[in-house]
C-alpha cells in the first residue's frame, strides 16, 4: 500500500524521498524491521491473550525429560508469525504481483488449516486434531491452486536469454529475449542445468505439451503436501521448527534476489524470472517474523507455534522453491525436514514389518520424529536444537554454492 501512496506522492508532488519505496532493498529492509517489531513487541501481548484464554498445550506422556513442564504452555503461536508477516507485506509490497499474492493465499489458507487442527486440540479436547485426510484434503487443494496458477496465469513466465549475431556487414546485434511461458526448472550440479516437464509428455505425439498440467500439477501437490508435513514433524522442541525454517527462507531469500535480477541471473547462469523480485519484500517479512516469534520460543518456550503455525511455514518454503524453480533443491536445501519426515517413514514401516514378520514390532530409533530419538538418548533438546541449526546453516550454503558448482 505504502508503494502505491509513495509513487502517487512522486508523481503528484515530486515529495523528496518518495523515491526510496521503489528501491526494492529499501523495502525489504523495512519489511523484516517491522515483522521483527511485530513479533517481539506484539507478541508478548497475544501470548499473555492466549494464556488469559487458557489456550494451552495438551502433552502426551512421551517419557521425554522436562516434557510435562511444558503443559498448559499458550499454543497458537503462529499466528504471530502469520500477522507479522502480511501486515508489512501488505504495506510494503507491490499488491499487483500474482507471486505475492500466491504467498499471501497459501499463508491463509495453510494458516486455517492449521488453526482448525489447534481448536480442535484445545477447545474439543481431542488430542488427534483434524483428521488426516481433512488435513491432507486442504494440501492437496492448495497444491492445485498453486500449480494452476504457476501453469496458467499469465504474468507466470520465464525471460530467454538475449541472443548475440553477426551480420554479414560484421555487425553485432543483440537481440533481447522474449518473455515465455515455460514448465522449465534448474536442475543442481549439471553445467546444462534445465529440466523441462513439458518434455516428460512428449512421447503422447505432437500437440502434447499442452497437457503438460497433468504431469507438473500433480508434482506441485506433493510438494506442498511433503514440505508442510515435514514442517509439522519438526515443530517437536523449543526452538527447532522456527530457527530451521528462518534459515531456510533465508537462503530462499537470496535465490528468489537473483532470479529476479536480470544481471545477476545471468552471471550465475539461472532463469530469469521477472517480477520474481518483488519475493524479497515478503520473505524478508516472514524472516523477521519468524526470528521475532524465536524470541519467545527459544528454550524454555513461553508459547508454541502449533499447526497454525507449521503448516503454514512449511506451505510457504514450498511454494517459494516453485516460484523460484528451485523445488529440486528441497531435499537438500529442507534437510532437516526431510530427514526428520523419513525417521518416522522408516520407524513406521519397519515397525509394522517386523510385527508382521516376527509377531513383535522392532523400531530402528528410540523414539520419532528424529529428534525425539537423540532426547531419547540423553540429549538437552537446546543441544539438540543448536546442533540442528548448524546442520541447516551447512545445507543452506552447500545449496547456495549450488549455484556456481556445475
Known sequence: MLYYLFEYLEQAYQLPGATLFRFLTFRAGMAVLLSLILATAYGKRVIQFLRRRQIG???????????????????MGGLIIIFSTLIPTLLFA????????????????????????????IFKKNKKGLKGRFKITGQVILGLMVGAVLYFHPEVTMKEKNTTIITQAYEVQQIEGREVKSLKTNVPFFKNNQL?????VSWLGEGAENYAWLIFIPIVIFIVTAVSNGANLTDGIDGLAAGTSAIIV??????????????????????????????????????GALVGFLWY????????????????????????????????LIPLLCGIF???SLSVMLQVSYFKYTRRKLG???????????????????????KIVTRFWIIGILLAIITIVTLKVR
Do not use: C
Not at 61 to 72: N, P, V, W, Y
Not at 301 to 321: E, H, K, N, R
Not at 367 to 381: D, F, I, R, S
Open 57 to 75: 498445550e495438551t502433552i502426551r506422556d512421551l517419557g521425554l525429560e522436562g516434557q510435562q513442564q511444558k503443559a498448559g504452555t499458550p499454543t
Open 94 to 121: 507491490r499488491l499487483d504481483n500474482i507471486y505475492v499474492i500466491l504467498l499471501i493465499i497459501t499463508m491463509l489458507w495453510m494458516g486455517a488449516i492449521g488453526f482448525i487442527d489447534d481448536y480442535i486440540k
Open 196 to 200: 523441462d516437464y513439458a518434455k516428460w
Open 250 to 287: 533465508l537462503t530462499l531469500g537470496i535465490f528468489a534476489w537473483v532470479s529476479g535480477n536480470v544481471i545477476f541471473s545471468e552471471y550465475l547462469d539461472i532463469f530469469f524470472i521477472p517480477r520474481a523480485g518483488e519475493l524479497v519484500v515478503f520473505i524478508a517479512a516472514f524472516v
Open 297 to 328: 520460543n527459544a528454550f524454555p518456550a513461553q508459547v508454541f507455534m502449533g499447526d497454525t503455525g507449521s503448516l503454514t511455514i512449511g506451505g510457504v518454503i514450498a511454494v517459494i522453491a516453485l516460484i523460484v524453480r528451485k523445488e529440486l
Open 338 to 340: 526431510f530427514a526428520e
Open 360 to 382: 513383535e514390532g522392532k523400531r530402528i530409533f528410540l523414539m520419532a520424529p528424529l529428534h525425539h530419538h537423540y532426547q531419547k538418548k540423553g540429549y538437552h533438546e537446546s
